[in-house]
C-alpha cells in the first residue's frame, strides 16, 4: 500500500490484445512483493479447484466479466513498489473497441509500458497505441517486446521488432528509446535481468520505471486559472463573491493583478480563501483554491484568469487542432458540437478537415469530408462564442480539450495554434442572407415616416425573475396606445431560458439566439419596434443579436445588476423596478432616440 | 524554493475539483453520506471546496439495523454543521419483516432490498425522504420530490475489484444499472456531465484515495470521525461500518486516529482487505459487483 511520504507514478500499460499486458501486471505485483497477503495462493488454489492451470494475469481478473470474456475491460488499478517510489499501475484495454478505455487509463498517466508480442509482431494497437501515447503528453515510455520465451529468447527477432516499430515511430515524428526484451510469464527481465537473455545488458523493466523522471512542477509557468465557478452562499449568511477553481500553472499572490479571458476584465487579488485554514497569501499550481476580488467585476464561469503582467492566452473563435474521434457517429462539417477547453463551454463546428491519420496503416488521407470512429485528423474547429486558449506546447492544461456530441465526450484533442482569418460562419451566413434577400420597394425610410419611428430591436435582459416581461408588456402597451407598430415576441424569454428539455444546453442557447436574430431582421425590416426579453444574455449573444438585425438598430434595457463591462446598455433598472416608472424612463430614452415625432407623446 | 504539494494535497486537490464540476453541472445534486469515516471525510471535502458551506443535501439510507450510535452521530454533525440531511428506508420490507435480521432471507437479498432498493427510491424521489428540519430538530417528511440527477458518493478505487472499474463521472441508466463494459471516456479532467433525461450521474471524487490516505486525512484535518472505529478497550474495533448484523468488529488495539494510521501503514492490517468484516462481499465470489450493478453504492 502506498506511503504517504514515497513518491508516486501512474504507469499506464498498453498494447495490443492478447500481447501480454495483464501478465505482465501480475508479474509485476507478485515479484515486487506488492500483493496482498494470500492472495496469489487464493488465485492458484482457486485455479487447481477448476483444473485451470494458473496465469499471473488471474490476479487481475478480480472481474466475472473479464473472466468470462478472457479480456481486460477497463483500466483496473493497482499497485507496486520499488525501492525508489510507488507505482499506480493502470491496465488498459487493447481491444480496439475499448479505446475510450483506453484512453482514460493512459491520459492520467506518467509513464507508458508499450508491450509487444515477440510471437506475433507489430499490430494495430501497437502502432495506435504508440501514436496515442505521443498524443496524450506522456514522456516516460519504455516498449516492451513480450513473450521472448516463445521465439527461443531469439535476438534477431528482439532487433527486427525495434527497427520495424521505431521506422514507424519516425514517420510520426515520435522518439522512443527504451526497448526491452521481456517474457512476463517467465518473469524474464522484470524486476531483475535475466541469465535467458545474456545478450541483452540494457535495463530491466523496473530498473528502467525507477529511471523516468516525474514531471518538473508547474509553478513557474505562466499562471493559468479556469474559472470552475462562482459561489455566493448568501443565504448560509456569507457575503463573500469567491473566484473558484483550479490553479492549472504558476503562482498568483494577493494583490496581483489579474485578467479574465475572453471578457478582458480586470481586477486584483484581495484574498485567498481557505476553509479550516490559515491566512493565504500564495496559490500554487495544483491547488483548487478561490478568491475574492478588490473591485466587483462581473464574470461568468469558465473564462481563464490569468496574470496582467505575463503574456495571456489566446481569444479567438478558430483554432488547428490534432482530433482523435471516439464517437459512435462521425464528426461532420454543419453540425454543432459542445467544445469543453479548460472549464469554458461553447459550441463549436467543423471549420476544416486539414488531412486524416488513419493510424492503424498510418496512411495520412486527404479530402476526407467526416472523421471516423477511432480515427486521427488534423482540422480546424470554429467556436461560435470566443474562447481562451493556449497551444498545448505552451501551456498543455488549456491547449486541451474534448468534444461533446449528444451526452458523450466523442472526440479529444490537442490545440496546435489560433487560425486567424477574416471569415466566420456568422458573417459567411449574413452574406449570404443579404445576397438572397428580395428587397421590398417600400424602403425603409418611408416606413419610419409612416410609423413616426426608426424600426428597432428593444432587448430587455437582466437575471431571471426580475419583472422584465412585465416591463416589456407596460412598454408594449404604452407605444401600441401612442399609434406605434410595436410587437413584443414572448416566446423568446421562455426559449431562451435553458428550462426546456433540450439536447444540450449550451447548444440550444446559441441556437436560440441565432433564430432571434433572424427574426428580428425580418421584423425589424417591416419597420417595427420589436420587443423581447432574454435571461442574463452575454456580451458575445448580444454581439450577434445586434449583427444579425443589422442594418437596424439594436437597443438594450438592463434590469438589475448591469454586468456588461462598457457602455452596452441603453437604459439601467432596478430590480422589480415599478413597471409605471420603467416605462417613463424607457420612453424618455425613445423620445430621444428612435422616434420621430417626440413631442407627440408628451 | 516553493513550498510544494504533498500527496494529501493533491488528493484533496483533485476531489475538490470534482466536487465543484459536479455542482456546477448537476442542477439536482445529492451526496451520499453513510456516516462511515470515507463519507465523513468527502463531507469534509465537501466543506472545503464550497468555503464552509455543503450546497446540497446529504443522503443516508437507514436500514434501521445500523449500529445506533452512527444516528448520534449523524444527527448531531447535522445540527452542528447545518447540514441539508435526507434519509430513506425500505419501510415496507421492514414493516414486513422481509430482512436477514428477521430470518427471512438471505444476507445479499436483504442488502438489495434494504440498501440498494431504498436507495434507488430515495434517490427518485417516489418513494417518501425525511428532511432534517434544523428548528424543531426532527425528521419530517421532505416535500422535495425531484430525482436526484447527480449523486456524489465515497467509493474508492482501491477497496474492492468492480470499485477499480469506476469512472469520477460514472453513468447508470434509468434502472440505476451500471454498464461497466460502456463506460465515458474521462481525460484531462473532463468528465461526462451531460445525461439524457430520465439517467443519472454517479459522482467518485475519492476514487484515487487508498484507506491509508483517508485515515492519514483525518488526522491531518483532525475530522471529527465516530467512536466505532477505535478500540473502547476490548481489544477490538470495527474497521468497516455497516449493519450490526453483518459487520464484525476486527481485534484491535487502535484507540486513536494515529494509531489506526500506523496499523495500517505498518502494522498487522498493512495487507489484509478492509471489508473483511464485511460478511455479504463473500456470499459469492464479486456479491459486491452483482450489488452493485443494481444500484449499490
Given at each position: 500500500m502506498p506511503n504517504t511520504q514515497r513518491e508516486q507514478m501512474n504507469v499506464?500499460?498498453?498494447?495490443?490484445?492478447?500481447?501480454?499486458?495483464?501478465?505482465?501486471?501480475?508479474?509485476?505485483?507478485?515479484?515486487?512483493?506488492?500483493?496482498?497477503?494470500?492472495?496469489?495462493?487464493?488465485?492458484?488454489?482457486?485455479?487447481?479447484?477448476?483444473?485451470?492451470?494458473?496465469?499471473?494475469?488471474?490476479?487481475?481478473?478480480?472481474?466475472?466479466?473479464?473472466?468470462?470474456?478472457?479480456?481486460?475491460?477497463?483500466?483496473?488499478?493497482?499497485?507496486?513498489?520499488?525501492?525508489?517510489?510507488?507505482?499506480?499501475?493502470?491496465?488498459?484495454?487493447?481491444?480496439?473497441?475499448?479505446?475510450?478505455?483506453?484512453?482514460?487509463?493512459?491520459?492520467r498517466a506518467e509513464a507508458a509500458i508499450l508491450v509487444i508480442d515477440a510471437h506475433e509482431g507489430i499490430k494495430e494497437n501497437s502502432k495506435r497505441h504508440g501514436y496515442m501515447m505521443s498524443f496524450l503528453g506522456i514522456k516516460n515510455i519504455a516498449v516492451c517486446v513480450n513473450k521472448m520465451d516463445l521465439v527461443n529468447y531469439s535476438e534477431k527477432v528482439f532487433y527486427g521488432i525495434k527497427k520495424e516499430y521505431t521506422d514507424f515511430l519516425e514517420e510520426i515524428n515520435v522518439q522512443y528509446t527504451n526497448f526491452i526484451p521481456i517474457a512476463a510469464r517467465e518473469g524474464d527481465n522484470i524486476v531483475a535481468l535475466s541469465k535467458n537473455i545474456p545478450?541483452?545488458?540494457?535495463?530491466?523493466?523496473?530498473?528502467?520505471?525507477?529511471?523516468?523522471?516525474?514531471?518538473?512542477?508547474?509553478?513557474?509557468?505562466?499562471?493559468?486559472?479556469?474559472?470552475?465557478?462562482?459561489?455566493?452562499?448568501?443565504?448560509?449568511?456569507?457575503?463573500?463573491?469567491?473566484?473558484?477553481?483550479?490553479?492549472?500553472?504558476?503562482?498568483?499572490?494577493?494583490?496581483?493583478?489579474?485578467?479574465?479571458?475572453?471578457?478582458?476584465?480586470?481586477?486584483?487579488?484581495?484574498?485567498?480563501?481557505?476553509?479550516?485554514?490559515?491566512?493565504?497569501?500564495?496559490?500554487?499550481?495544483?491547488?483548487?483554491?478561490?478568491?475574492?476580488?478588490?473591485?466587483?467585476?462581473?464574470?461568468?464561469?469558465?473564462?481563464?484568469?490569468?496574470k496582467a503582467s505575463q503574456p495571456s492566452a489566446h481569444i479567438n473563435t478558430k483554432f488547428k487542432a490534432n482530433i482523435f474521434w471516439m464517437g459512435r457517429q462521425p464528426l461532420v462539417f454543419q453540425k454543432t458540437y459542445k467544445l469543453k477547453v479548460a472549464s469554458q463551454h461553447v459550441p463549436v463546428v467543423l471549420s476544416k478537415i486539414v488531412h486524416v491519420l488513419d493510424a492503424s496503416e498510418l496512411s495520412s488521407v486527404q479530402n476526407k469530408n467526416q472523421v471516423d470512429r477511432h480515427d486521427v485528423a488534423e482540422c480546424v474547429l470554429e467556436t461560435l462564442k470566443p474562447v481562451a486558449f493556449d497551444e498545448v506546447t505552451k501551456i498543455a492544461e488549456t491547449g486541451r480539450f474534448v468534444v461533446v456530441d449528444n451526452y458523450e465526450i466523442s472526440g479529444g484533442g490537442i490545440i496546435l495554434a489560433p487560425v486567424y482569418d477574416q471569415d466566420s460562419t456568422l458573417k459567411e451566413h449574413i452574406r449570404q442572407r443579404e445576397f438572397q434577400w428580395t428587397r421590398s420597394e417600400i424602403t425603409p425610410e418611408k416606413r419610419a415616416e409612416q410609423y413616426k419611428h426608426n424600426a428597432t430591436l428593444i432587448i430587455i435582459t437582466g437575471q431571471m425573475d426580475t419583472g422584465k416581461e412585465k416591463i416589456a408588456k407596460a412598454l408594449e402597451e404604452q407605444l401600441f396606445n401612442d399609434g406605434?407598430?410595436?410587437?413584443?415576441?414572448?416566446?423568446?424569454?421562455?426559449?431562451?431560458?435553458?428550462?426546456?428539455?433540450?439536447?444540450?444546453?449550451?447548444?440550444?442557447?446559441?441556437?436560440?439566439?441565432?433564430?432571434?436574430?433572424?427574426?428580428?431582421?425580418?421584423?425589424?425590416?417591416?419597420?417595427?419596434?420589436?420587443?423581447?426579453?432574454?435571461?442574463?444574455?452575454d456580451e458575445h449573444e448580444l454581439f450577434v443579436l445586434k449583427t444579425l438585425n443589422r442594418p437596424n438598430p439594436t437597443l438594450v434595457i438592463n434590469v438589475g445588476e448591469n454586468k456588461f463591462s462598457d457602455n452596452q446598455v441603453d437604459v439601467s433598472l432596478m430590480e422589480n423596478e415599478d413597471p409605471a416608472a420603467a416605462v417613463a424612463k424607457i420612453m424618455a430614452f425613445l423620445n430621444k432616440t428612435i422616434l420621430l415625432d417626440p413631442e407627440y407623446t408628451i | 524554493m516553493k513550498a510544494g504539494m504533498d500527496k494529501l494535497d493533491s488528493l484533496e486537490a483533485q476531489s475538490v475539483f470534482i466536487l465543484r464540476e459536479a455542482y456546477r453541472e448537476f442542477k439536482s445534486l445529492a451526496m451520499l453520506w453513510s456516516i462511515g469515516k470515507d463519507s465523513t471525510v468527502l463531507l469534509w471535502l465537501a466543506r472545503k471546496a464550497f468555503f464552509g458551506h455543503v450546497p446540497f443535501p446529504l443522503v443516508h439510507i437507514d436500514t434501521s439495523f445500523k449500529i445506533p450510535e452512527m444516528i448520534q452521530y449523524r444527527d448531531k454533525l447535522?445540527?452542528?454543521?447545518?447540514?441539508?440531511?435526507?434519509?430513506?428506508?425500505?419501510?415496507?420490507?421492514?414493516?414486513?419483516?422481509?430482512?436477514?435480521?428477521?430470518?427471512?432471507?438471505?444476507?445479499?437479498?436483504?442488502?438489495?432490498?434494504?440498501?440498494?432498493?431504498?436507495?434507488?427510491?430515495?434517490?427518485?424521489?417516489?418513494?417518501?425522504?425525511?428532511r432534517l428540519d434544523h428548528l424543531s430538530g426532527k425528521y419530517v417528511l421532505d416535500q422535495n420530490k425531484e430525482p436526484y440527477t447527480g449523486v456524489i458518493v465515497g467509493a474508492r478505487a482501491d477497496e474492492e475489484g468492480s470499485r477499480s472499474k469506476e469512472r469520477y463521472f460514472s453513468p447508470r441508466d434509468k434502472n440505476s444499472d451500471w454498464d461497466i463494459g460502456d463506460q465515458p471516456p474521462e481525460l484531462w479532467n473532463q468528465?461526462?456531465?451531460?445525461?439524457?433525461?430520465?439517467?443519472?450521474?454517479?459522482?467518485?471524487?475519492?476514487?484515487?484515495?487508498?484507506?491509508?490516505?483517508?485515515?492519514?486525512?483525518?488526522?491531518?484535518?483532525?475530522?471529527?470521525?465516530?467512536?466505532?472505529?477505535?478500540?473502547?478497550?476490548?481489544?477490538?474495533?470495527?474497521?468497516?461500518?455497516?449493519?450490526?448484523?453483518?459487520?464484525?468488529?476486527?481485534?484491535?488495539?487502535?484507540?486513536?486516529?494515529?494509531?489506526?494510521?500506523?496499523?495500517?501503514?505498518?502494522?498487522?492490517?498493512?495487507?489484509?482487505?478492509?471489508?473483511?468484516?464485511?460478511?455479504?462481499?463473500?456470499?459469492?465470489?464479486?456479491?459486491?459487483?452483482?450489488?452493485?450493478?443494481?444500484?449499490?453504492?
Open positions: 499506464v500499460i498498453v498494447g495490443h490484445v492478447d500481447h501480454g499486458k495483464s501478465t505482465l501486471i501480475g508479474r509485476l505485483l507478485a515479484d515486487t512483493g506488492s500483493l496482498p497477503k494470500g492472495k496469489l495462493e487464493e488465485v492458484k488454489a482457486r485455479c487447481a479447484k477448476n483444473a485451470k492451470p494458473f496465469e499471473y494475469a488471474f490476479l487481475l481478473d478480480a472481474l466475472k466479466d473479464e473472466q468470462a470474456q478472457g479480456i481486460t475491460i477497463d483500466t483496473a488499478r493497482s499497485f507496486f513498489k520499488s525501492k525508489k517510489r510507488d507505482y499506480i499501475i493502470i491496465d488498459a484495454p487493447g481491444h480496439i473497441e475499448f479505446l475510450k478505455n483506453m484512453v482514460t487509463g493512459a491520459a545478450w541483452y545488458n540494457g535495463a530491466y523493466i523496473l530498473e528502467t520505471l525507477d529511471n523516468f523522471k516525474k514531471a518538473a512542477p508547474k509553478h513557474e509557468q505562466d499562471f493559468r486559472f479556469p474559472v470552475q465557478d462562482i459561489y455566493k452562499f448568501t443565504e448560509s449568511g456569507d457575503d463573500r463573491r469567491i473566484v473558484a477553481g483550479r490553479v492549472e500553472t504558476g503562482t498568483i499572490r494577493v494583490g496581483d493583478e489579474v485578467i479574465f479571458l475572453p471578457s478582458r476584465k480586470k481586477s486584483k487579488i484581495k484574498s485567498i480563501e481557505a476553509f479550516n485554514a490559515s491566512a493565504l497569501v500564495e496559490a500554487i499550481s495544483g491547488q483548487s483554491t478561490g478568491f475574492c476580488l478588490e473591485t466587483q467585476i462581473y464574470i461568468r464561469p469558465g473564462e481563464i484568469m490569468g406605434r407598430f410595436v410587437y413584443f415576441l414572448g416566446i423568446s424569454n421562455k426559449l431562451l431560458s435553458g428550462e426546456e428539455v433540450v439536447a444540450d444546453k449550451t447548444i440550444a442557447r446559441a441556437e436560440h439566439i441565432q433564430q432571434l436574430g433572424e427574426m428580428s431582421r425580418i421584423l425589424t425590416d417591416s419597420g417595427l419596434i420589436l420587443l423581447t426579453s432574454v435571461s442574463d444574455i | 447535522a445540527k452542528e454543521w447545518k447540514l441539508n440531511m435526507v434519509y430513506g428506508q425500505n419501510k415496507e420490507a421492514l414493516e414486513a419483516k422481509k430482512t436477514f435480521p428477521d430470518g427471512a432471507i438471505d444476507r445479499l437479498s436483504c442488502c438489495k432490498a434494504l440498501k440498494s432498493e431504498a436507495l434507488k427510491h430515495t434517490l427518485a424521489g417516489d418513494w417518501p425522504r425525511y468528465f461526462k456531465t451531460d445525461f439524457a433525461p430520465g439517467t443519472h450521474v454517479r459522482i467518485h471524487p475519492l476514487l484515487d484515495w487508498t484507506e491509508l490516505n483517508i485515515w492519514e486525512y483525518i488526522e491531518r484535518e483532525n475530522i471529527p470521525i465516530i467512536s466505532l472505529y477505535f478500540d473502547q478497550g476490548h481489544g477490538q474495533r470495527y474497521r468497516s461500518l455497516g449493519c450490526y448484523p453483518c459487520t464484525f468488529p476486527v481485534e484491535s488495539t487502535a484507540k486513536n486516529v494515529h494509531e489506526i494510521v500506523e496499523e495500517l501503514r505498518t502494522g498487522k492490517f498493512a495487507n489484509i482487505a478492509e471489508r473483511s468484516g464485511r460478511a455479504q462481499d463473500k456470499e459469492d465470489w464479486g456479491g459486491l459487483e452483482t450489488l452493485r450493478r443494481g444500484g449499490y453504492m
